[in-house]
Structure formats: structure tokens, C-alpha cells
């Protein structure tokens, strides 16, 4: 079954460095999405993306944070000054058109800021 | 404001004992409600889909039950296995598809 990859599987990045986290979705689908959990806490939405442009963004996706689709099959999120409150593991999911599909998980990145 | 609220926070069940987890939303307009099963260092797996017209839907030994009048959800674990272990998330769309998730029900199934 095909599956979502991400990677790295871990990053640990200085304080104030820029980070980028890959993601190659299921390559028949079109809407694309990252979403973030802090350590011991709910999973929170960050963004999705359709038609190569953001669809939508909670607040947690400010001005720090961007993401790219720069070929067919790779989507990546940049953070581009990293805070300790960043540390998480941050999730890529992607899902087909059809009404009612699931969003299909990667295993995540763990990002570790120190 | 829309939330997802899910009961218990952590279980430890027995192998083999049947154990309910349940799911309480005030999301509005309701679309669907997904169960997630995320096993550690892992994402999250879809394990079933509730629409506003289902009670009742079962996929193996999990089944996922929903009242759409109280707004609650219930997933229903039948002779668990050590596999089982994991977190257990509940997902509620409205209708713009913007996806609310609980903060999960950690599942321990000791031998």
C-alpha cells in the first residue's frame, strides 16, 4: 500500500537555524497537509495545501513557517528561525479527491531544537 | 468553541478483555468523526469513518459507534491484543473539512 514518507526522521537543529522537513506524499493525491505534536499533547494542524497554494493555516503557522510543493512529488515545511518551542514531531498527511478519504499519515519528523 | 474531549486519558486493560473509549464534541456543523489508532514513534492510521447517518460501523475487532443527537462517539475494543497498545484519537470535521482532534486515549493491553 503506498504510504506517506517523511524525512529526516530526526533533526536536531540550534536555536535561530532554519529547518526544512520533506515529505513525498501518496503520489495520486492532491491535497496536502502538516500538522505538529508537542510531546505528550494533541496533535495541532499547521497547514493544507491544494492546487499549489495554502488552503488554509491556524495560528500556529506564522510568518516563520512556509511550505512548498517544488516538484511533483516532494512538500516540505521550512521553519526558518527556529525556537525551542518548536521541538516536536511534526506530521505530513496527504489525501485523494474523493469525498470522505482519509487523510494518510507519515511517521513523522522529530525536530529537536536546542 | 469547537473541541473534542475524549475519556479516558490512559487505560490498562488485560490481554484479551474488551475495553470503550469515548469521544464528546461540540463541533459544529458536523461532517464526520474518524478514529485514529497512532502507535508510538508512529503517524496516526484512519480506523473508521462516522457520518452523520451511522450508529454503528465495525472493522474487525474495533467498532465505533455515534450518536449525533448527544454529539458522543465510542470505539469499542473486542478481545484486545498486545498490539493494541497505542493512542487512540478521535477526529470530528465540520463542514469546511477543517479536522479537530482530541488528545487521545493511551491504551496499554498488558499479558
Known amino acids: 500500500e503506498p504510504e506517506v514518507t517523511q524525512t529526516p526522521s530526526h533533526q536536531v537543529t540550534q536555536m535561530g537555524q532554519e529547518v526544512i522537513l520533506r515529505c513525498v506524499p501518496i503520489s495520486n493525491h492532491l491535497y496536502f497537509y502538516w500538522y505538529r505534536q508537542i510531546l505528550g499533547q494533541k496533535v495541532e494542524f499547521l497547514v493544507s495545501?491544494?492546487?499549489?497554494?495554502?488552503?488554509?493555516k491556524s495560528e500556529i503557522f506564522d510568518d516563520q513557517f512556509s511550505v512548498e510543493r517544488p516538484d511533483g512529488s516532494n512538500f516540505t515545511l521550512k521553519i526558518r528561525s527556529t525556537k525551542l518551542e518548536d521541538s516536536a514531531m511534526y506530521f505530513c498527511a496527504s489525501r485523494g479527491t474523493v469525498s470522505n478519504q482519509p487523510q494518510h499519515f507519515g511517521d513523522g519528523t522529530r525536530l529537536s531544537i536546542l | 468553541k469547537n473541541q473534542v474531549e475524549q475519556s479516558p486519558q490512559s487505560l490498562i486493560i488485560l490481554e484479551g478483555k474488551n475495553c470503550t473509549l469515548q469521544c464528546n464534541y461540540t463541533v459544529s456543523p458536523f461532517s464526520n468523526l474518524r478514529w485514529y489508532k497512532q502507535d508510538t514513534g508512529r503517524g496516526p492510521v484512519s480506523l473508521t469513518i462516522m457520518t452523520f447517518s451511522e450508529n454503528t460501523k465495525s472493522n474487525g475487532r474495533y467498532t465505533a459507534t455515534l450518536d449525533a443527537d448527544t454529539k458522543q462517539s465510542s470505539l469499542h475494543i473486542t478481545a484486545s491484543q498486545l498490539s493494541d497498545s497505542a493512542s487512540y484519537i478521535c477526529v470530528v470535521n465540520d463542514n469546511n473539512n477543517d479536522m479537530r482532534f482530541g488528545a487521545g486515549t493511551r491504551l496499554t493491553v498488558k499479558p
Open positions: 495545501f491544494y492546487n499549489n497554494e495554502i488552503s488554509e
